[in-house]
């Protein structure tokens, strides 16, 4: 199993960014995926979840309205949309398939 995110990066608060994960290694359209977070100082937290139709996203409190799971099962890759994003959304943010974790990415919300 190999899930690799990309698109983190600097952003102001109330700015978008979008990030990807691209998996390999297994049958990614049989799996669901998450995304978590891990801001410094504190524990990883889930942020996102897709089941492996694409059907019932559910999202942590923290950004339901904010931010948007998808997949695209042709391409093995479970993106998150995030907008309106605040200073408290600063972590590295993982891909995560039952029990793997990518190497993470780096999101920096300047207030």
């Known amino acids: 199993v190999h899930l690799v995110e990309s698109g983190g990066g600097l952003v102001q608060a109330g700015g978008s960014l979008r990030l990807s994960c691209a998996a390999s290694?297994?049958?990614?359209?049989?799996?669901?995926m998450r995304w978590f977070r891990q801001a410094p100082g504190k524990e990883r937290e889930f942020v996102a979840f897709?089941?492996?139709?694409?059907?019932?996203?559910n999202y942590a409190d923290s950004v339901k309205g904010r931010f948007t799971i998808s997949r695209d099962n042709a391409k093995n890759t479970v993106d998150l949309q995030m907008n309106n994003l605040k200073a408290e959304d600063t972590a590295v943010y993982y891909c995560?398939?039952?029990?793997?974790w990518g190497q993470g990415t780096q999101v920096t919300v300047s207030s």
């Open positions: 995560n398939k039952q029990g793997y």
């Open positions: 290694g297994f049958t990614f359209s049989n799996y669901d």
């Open positions: 897709i089941s492996w139709s694409g059907r019932t996203p």
